[in-house]
């Protein structure tokens, strides 16, 4: 079975690979691309660390095949923070120790920015349920919602709103 | 996962040509949330996979007079994003907010949903008790089948070999409609239904009498099925608890749910009564205007 050429635009870069169509796109950023901040767990729609945004949609990365994202965008946790620094989710979970062992944090931060972009202020039931498909096993979870509230009022002052 | 040809069909015409293949194993993708799964697990190793989403038809989402357009490919969030659709199919909003977290809907389709027949598909009680209407594209045309009749049974659909799911259509409903889809999980998100129970009323003018009623039930016979009995019991009956009581003894007699490891066949039937009932007081209460989405 031959490969295919894809082009996508990943973190604001044209990107282009070479996959079999059976590659999953985590597998593609992961092993073929070398963007190893998205990660695998569960590679079954269940978790949630594969997070990313597709054409700024939060999907599971583990359930989209590479030769599906032919002319979309893609953004991992790689494209969070810029020259400046981290990205305001990224500095308030690292100021409020929200990390425990830390596998699930970029499924998660990319998860509570697609929340973010969208919702200047969710409540707490509102994060809790957006982020009911990002599994953390070291259960930390109040923290990551603690820390998600911050972010939102973070963000919303950036805004100007 | 076993190797397969990945092709991306543009028309309709396409994707029929390339699943009516008798010698090969083809099937179409949309979301894949349920197909990757199991493909990665061995349980289906298609040959071709035919993806639907770059095809014009299969995207629209539009509401034209009193007809609702869901192309198969449309992912759920469009349609709950979408506020005339909120406000009007209450029961279909409620079933698709159920399917999976936010990543699922993110790319998963009332299409896939309907067309992966599982017996607990949240959407499906759902889109019967809206009436919903199958269209159907295939080789030697397009047919037109009433959502009720779309699943045969676990896993099986009435497509043949070259046919493709391609519109769901929903008549808007009437005033004074209500409609209301309920499930049991263990948990609040990312479940699969233990019992699924969807609910629509239609009132008298004045409200006082029951003028039409369809219950469908999900996770409790082969396939979702709509229990014409316990609309019968309603209509020409007053809005009561009462009512609701005989419904819920009717679509528990039409349950006929299997011990699994998600639930009991005791627990199954009595959950039908008690989903029941409650479908039938949200419909009512969105009937009168009283209960938002």
Same mark, same amino acid.
């Given at each position: 079975? /031959?490969?295919? %050429?894809?082009?996508?635009?990943?973190?604001?870069?044209?990107?282009?690979?070479?996959?079999?169509?059976?590659?999953?796109?985590?597998?593609?950023?992961?092993?073929?691309?070398?963007?190893?901040?998205?990660?695998? /767990? #569960?590679?079954?729609?269940?978790?949630?660390?594969?997070?990313?945004?597709?054409?700024?949609?939060?999907?599971?990365?583990?359930?989209?095949?590479?030769?599906?994202?032919?002319?979309?965008?893609?953004?991992?946790?790689?494209?969070?923070?810029?020259?400046?620094?981290?990205?305001?989710?990224?500095?308030?979970?690292?100021?409020?120790?929200? &990390?425990? #062992?830390?596998? #699930?944090?970029?499924?998660?931060?990319?998860?509570?920015?697609?929340?973010?972009?969208?919702?200047?202020?969710? /409540?707490?039931? =509102?994060? =809790?349920?957006?982020? /009911?498909?990002?599994?953390?096993? #070291?259960?930390?979870?109040?923290?990551?919602?603690?820390? &998600?509230?911050?972010?939102?009022?973070?963000?919303? %002052?950036?805004?100007?709103? | 996962?076993?190797?397969?040809?990945?092709?991306?069909?543009?028309?309709?015409?396409?994707?029929?040509?390339?699943?009516?293949?008798?010698?090969?194993?083809?099937?179409?993708?949309?979301?894949?949330?349920?197909?990757?799964?199991?493909?990665?697990?061995?349980?289906?190793?298609?040959?071709?996979?035919?993806?639907?989403?770059?095809?014009?038809?299969?995207?629209?989402?539009?509401? !034209?007079?009193?007809?609702?357009?869901?192309?198969?490919?449309?992912?759920?969030?469009?349609?709950?994003?979408?506020?005339?659709?909120?406000?009007?199919?209450?029961?279909?909003?409620?079933? @698709?907010?159920? @399917?999976?977290?936010?990543?699922?809907?993110?790319?998963?389709?009332?299409?896939?949903?309907?067309? !992966? +027949?599982?017996?607990?598909?949240?959407?499906?009680?759902?889109?019967?008790?809206?009436?919903?209407?199958?269209?159907?594209?295939?080789?030697?045309?397009?047919?037109?089948?009433?959502?009720?009749?779309?699943?045969?049974?676990?896993?099986?659909?009435?497509?043949?070999?070259?046919?493709?799911?391609?519109?769901?259509?929903?008549?808007?409903?009437?005033?004074?409609?209500?409609?209301?889809?309920?499930?049991?999980?263990?948990?609040?998100?990312?479940? @699969?239904?233990?019992?699924?129970?969807?609910?629509?009323?239609?009132?008298?003018?004045?409200?006082?009498?029951? *003028?039409?009623?369809?219950?469908?039930?999900?996770?409790?016979?082969?396939?979702?099925?709509?229990?014409?009995?316990?609309?019968?019991?309603?209509?020409?009956?007053?809005?009561?608890? *009462?009512?609701?009581?005989?419904? +819920?003894?009717?679509?528990?007699?039409?349950?006929?749910?299997?011990?699994?490891?998600?639930?009991?066949?005791?627990?199954?039937?009595?959950?039908?009564?008690?989903?029941?009932?409650? +479908?039938?007081?949200?419909?009512?209460?969105?009937?009168?205007?009283?209960?938002?989405?």
């Amino acid at each position: 079975m /031959s490969k295919k %050429k894809v082009s996508a635009k990943i973190n604001g870069q044209p990107v282009e690979f070479l996959c079999e169509p059976r590659q999953s796109l985590l597998e593609c950023l992961r092993d073929v691309i070398g963007i190893t901040g998205t990660k695998e /767990s #569960c590679n079954d729609g269940n978790c949630g660390a594969c997070s990313v945004l597709l054409n700024g949609r939060l999907v599971n990365s583990c359930l989209v095949f590479g030769v599906e994202v032919e002319g979309r965008e893609i953004t991992t946790i790689e494209g969070l923070a810029d020259w400046q620094g981290l990205h305001p989710i990224q500095q308030i979970f690292l100021d409020r120790n929200v &990390v425990q #062992c830390g596998y #699930c944090i970029p499924g998660i931060i990319i998860a509570t920015k697609a929340l973010l972009d969208r919702e200047a202020n969710p /409540s707490e039931e =509102r994060i =809790r349920s957006w982020l /009911s498909g990002n599994l953390c096993r #070291c259960t930390g979870y109040d923290k990551i919602v603690g820390a &998600v509230k911050e972010a939102a009022v973070i963000l919303a %002052k950036e805004k100007g709103v | 996962m076993k190797q397969f040809d990945y092709e991306n069909a543009k028309t309709i015409g396409e994707a029929v040509n390339l699943l009516n293949n008798s010698s090969k194993n083809v099937r179409p993708i949309a979301g894949g949330t349920d197909l990757i799964p199991r493909m990665r697990n061995g349980l289906l190793e298609p040959d071709i996979l035919v993806d639907i989403k770059n095809i014009p038809e299969l995207n629209i989402l539009s509401i !034209n007079g009193d007809l609702l357009e869901i192309g198969a490919a449309v992912p759920l969030y469009r349609i709950y994003e979408e506020e005339r659709i909120t406000k009007s199919y209450p029961a279909l909003i409620d079933a @698709i907010k159920n @399917i999976g977290g936010i990543a699922i809907q993110g790319r998963a389709t009332v299409g896939g949903n309907l067309c !992966n +027949a599982a017996p607990s598909g949240d959407s499906i009680p759902a889109l019967i008790v809206h009436e919903a209407m199958c269209i159907i594209a295939g080789p030697t045309g397009q047919r037109i089948l009433p959502v009720e009749d779309f699943c045969t049974a676990p896993g099986k659909t009435a497509l043949g070999r070259g046919e493709l799911l391609t519109t769901i259509q929903i008549k808007h409903p009437p005033h004074n409609t209500g409609s209301c889809y309920n499930r049991f999980i263990p948990r609040n998100e990312m479940d @699969i239904a233990v019992t699924g129970v969807a609910a629509s009323l239609m009132l008298s003018m004045d409200r006082t009498q029951i *003028e039409n009623a369809k219950v469908a039930i999900g996770a409790v016979a082969p396939t979702p099925l709509l229990v014409k009995a316990a609309g019968e019991v309603l209509v020409g009956n007053a809005p009561t608890e *009462e009512a609701w009581g005989k419904a +819920a003894i009717a679509a528990q007699s039409a349950a006929r749910p299997i011990t699994d490891v998600r639930g009991s066949i005791n627990q199954r039937k009595h959950l039908v009564g008690v989903l029941t009932k409650r +479908a039938l007081r949200k419909a009512y209460l969105r009937a009168i205007g009283e209960m938002e989405i």
